[in-house]
C-alpha cells in the first residue's frame, strides 16, 4: 500500500500522503541559512534578467515566443529546464531509493514520449503554429470550437499541474528553509507572476536555462560523489545497495510499483502521449526560428532528460547506500527524515556537507519557480490568444492581447495562491496523474489528427476530444486514489489508478466515428484543405507560397 501511494504521488516534490512525516520533520529542522541565501541570489540574478527581458518584450510574438529568436541549443536546456521538476528529481530518486530498479519506470515512460515528439511533432508543429498548439489544431478545423477545446483542456492541465506544484513547494520550503507554509507558497506565486508578467517567454526561457544548469550540475556532482565512494564501479554501488535495503535483491527485479500489466500500459500512455500534449511543453516550440532549430531543440532536450535520468538512477541507490546506513537522516522509527522524496536532499549533505545542502536545497525550489512560470505563461496564452484574440475578440490587436495575458497571469497567481493554501492538508496525488491523463487524451489525439488524418473534422474533433477529456476525469474521480483514500469509500468503482489507456482510446475512437460519419459541406472542406496543411506543415509557407519554391 505504502509503494503504491508513493508512486500515485510521485511527481509531486512532496505528496501529501507525506504530511505527517514532513510535520515531525519540521519540527527538527532549524533554518537553513545557507540556503535562504542562495535561493535570494538565485532570485535576484533571475529578476534582473526578467526586467532586461521586459525591455525586449514589445509584441505579441516577443510575448509569447520570444521573438523567435531562440537558438535550438538554448530552447533543448529551457525544454530540459521545464521538464526537469523538483518532483522529477526528488520524487524518482525517492522511488529509486524505495524500490530501486523499479523506480526508473517512469523516466522510462517520459524518455518514449520524446522520440515521439522529434519524429511526428516539432516540425510540423513549429510550421504551422504561431504561439500555442491550438494554432495548428484549429488550422484547417473551426476555430472557435477547437480553440475553446484546446483552451478548456491547456486550463485544465495548468491548472492541475499548478495546485501540485504550489502544495509541493510549500512543503518543501517549509521542510528545507524552515518557513511557514503559507508564506512560501505567497512568495512562489508573487515570483510566477513577476516573472510572466514583465519578461514574458524570453525571461521564462533564461530562467529555465538556469535552472536547468544548476540541477544539472548539482546532480552530476552528487553522482559523481557516490561514484567515487564505490570506486567508480557499478556493481559494487549495487551489491552494497542490496545488502544494506529491506528487501535485499528484491529491488533488482520489476513488478514492486506497477504489478499488473493494465496499469503498466496505461501508465506507460499517460507518460508518453501526455509529453506530447502538455501546452507548456509544445509552447516552447515557437520560440526557436524554424523547423530545424525545433528539430534540434527535442534532441538537445532528449540528451540532457536522458543524462539526469540517469543521474537520479545513481542518486537513488546512492541514497540507499549513504543515507539509510546513516542515523542523522533518520528518526525515531528508523525511517527518512520528511519521506522517501528527500533521499536526495539528506545525499546532498551526506556527500558535500551543509553548503552543498543548501545549494541543492535552493536548487530544488528553483525548480519549482520555473516550471510553475512556465506554466502560468500557457495558461495565460490560452485564455489571451486563443479564447481572447481569436474566440471572443477576432483581431484584437498585439496590445490588448498582451495585456488580457498579463491580467490572466495575475489572476492565475492568485487562484494558486489560495488552491495552494486551500490543498495543503489534503491528498492531492491524482492531480498529477490526471493532469497527464487529460493532456493524453483531449490534447493530444486532436493535435496529432489534425496533422495526420486526412478525414478529420470540426464535429469529430469536438466529439471525441470532449469525450477524452470528459472520460479521463471521470476515470480518476472513480479510481481508488480519489473514490478511495480521498471520498473514504470502501472500494473503487475503477479499479486503475491511471485511466490513461481507456480515455485515451475513447478519445481516438470518438474522434474517428464521429469525423468519418460526418457528411456535411463544411466537413467535406475541412478534408479538402488538408493538402494545403500538409504543404506548410513541410515547408512552412502556404500552398501558394510553396508553388513557388
Not at 509503494?3 to 500522503?17: K, Y
Not at 499517460?270 to 526560428?289: D, K, N, Y
Not at 498582451?402 to 495575475?410: D, E, G, L, N
Not at 456535411?520 to 506548410?536: C, I, L, M, P, T
Amino acid at each position: 500500500m505504502k509503494r503504491s501511494i508513493i508512486a500515485a504521488g510521485w511527481l509531486l516534490s512532496l505528496p501529501a500522503s507525506a504530511s505527517d512525516a514532513l510535520s515531525g520533520a519540521v519540527e527538527q529542522q532549524a533554518t537553513n541559512w545557507s540556503a535562504i541565501i542562495m535561493f535570494l541570489i538565485f532570485v535576484a540574478f533571475t529578476l534582473g534578467i526578467t526586467l532586461w527581458s521586459s525591455q525586449r518584450t514589445r509584441s505579441a510574438a516577443d510575448y509569447y515566443a520570444a521573438g523567435g529568436g531562440i537558438t535550438g541549443f538554448q530552447n533543448g536546456l529551457a525544454i530540459a529546464g521545464d521538464y526537469m521538476s523538483a518532483a522529477s528529481f526528488l520524487g524518482i530518486s525517492g522511488l529509486v531509493y524505495l524500490s530501486g530498479f523499479d523506480g526508473l519506470i517512469y523516466s522510462i515512460g517520459f524518455l518514449v514520449g520524446w522520440p515521439l515528439i522529434l519524429f511526428m511533432i516539432a516540425e510540423r508543429l513549429r510550421n504551422l503554429g504561431k504561439f500555442t498548439f491550438a494554432d495548428v489544431a484549429s488550422y484547417r478545423l473551426g476555430q472557435r470550437q477547437i480553440r475553446t477545446l484546446s483552451a478548456v483542456g491547456s486550463l485544465c492541465v495548468v491548472a492541475l499541474y499548478l495546485i501540485a506544484q504550489m502544495v509541493g513547494s510549500g512543503k518543501l520550503i517549509q521542510l528545507l528553509f524552515g518557513l511557514p507554509y503559507n508564506y512560501a507558497v505567497v512568495l512562489v506565486g508573487i515570483l510566477m507572476v513577476l516573472y510572466v508578467t514583465l519578461g514574458g517567454m524570453l525571461a521564462t526561457t533564461w530562467v529555465q536555462i538556469i535552472k536547468a544548469v544548476l540541477l544539472l550540475s548539482g546532480a552530476s556532482f552528487m553522482a559523481l560523489m557516490v561514484l567515487v565512494h564505490v570506486g567508480f564501479d557499478l556493481g559494487d554501488l549495487f551489491k552494497e545497495a542490496t545488502d544494506v535495503h529491506p528487501l535485499g535483491t528484491a529491488i533488482m527485479a520489476p513488478g514492486g510499483l506497477v504489478s499488473d500489466p493494465v496499469s503498466a500500459i496505461s501508465l506507460g500512455i499517460a507518460l508518453m502521449f501526455g509529453t506530447a500534449g502538455l501546452p507548456h511543453i509544445l509552447m516552447r516550440f515557437f520560440t526557436v526560428a524554424d523547423a530545424k532549430e525545433a528539430r534540434k531543440s527535442v534532441f538537445f532536450a532528449t540528451g540532457f532528460i536522458g543524462y539526469f535520468y540517469v543521474l537520479t538512477f545513481i542518486i537513488g541507490f546512492g541514497a540507499i547506500v549513504l543515507v539509510s546506513t546513516n542515523p542523522e537522516f533518520l528518526n525515531e522509527t528508523g525511517k527518512l527524515i520528511g519521506g522517501n522524496n528527500m533521499a536526495a536532499i539528506h545525499l546532498s549533505k551526506a556527500v558535500g556537507g551543509d553548503l552543498f545542502l543548501g545549494f541543492i536545497s535552493a536548487v530544488a525550489f528553483a525548480t519549482i519557480l520555473a516550471v510553475v512560470s512556465g506554466l502560468a505563461l500557457a495558461g495565460a496564452s490560452a485564455v489571451s490568444h486563443d479564447l481572447y484574440a481569436n474566440v471572443f475578440r477576432p483581431g484584437a490587436s498585439d496590445e490588448d492581447e498582451i495585456r488580457v495575458s498579463k491580467m490572466t497571469t495575475v489572476v492565475l497567481g492568485v487562484v494558486a495562491i489560495l488552491l495552494g493554501i486551500l490543498f495543503e492538508q489534503q491528498n492531492i496525488a491524482f492531480m498529477v496523474g490526471l493532469a497527464f491523463a487529460i493532456a493524453a487524451s483531449a490534447n493530444f489525439p486532436v493535435l496529432f489528427l489534425s496533422m495526420y488524418w486526412k478525414r478529420l473534422t470540426t464535429r469529430g474533433a469536438m466529439i471525441g476530444g470532449w469525450l477524452g477529456l470528459l472520460t479521463a476525469v471521470s476515470l480518476v474521480v472513480l479510481g481508488p486514489i480519489v473514490w478511495v483514500q480521498i471520498l473514504g469509500n470502501e472500494s473503487a468503482v475503477f479499479p486503475y489508478k491511471y485511466p490513461a489507456l481507456f480515455s485515451v482510446i475513447v478519445a481516438f475512437a470518438g474522434i474517428w466515428y464521429f469525423s468519418v460519419t460526418d457528411k456535411s459541406a463544411e466537413g467535406a472542406q475541412e478534408r479538402d484543405k488538408f493538402d494545403h496543411q500538409f504543404v506548410r506543415s513541410h515547408t512552412g509557407v502556404g500552398a501558394a507560397d510553396a508553388s513557388s519554391h
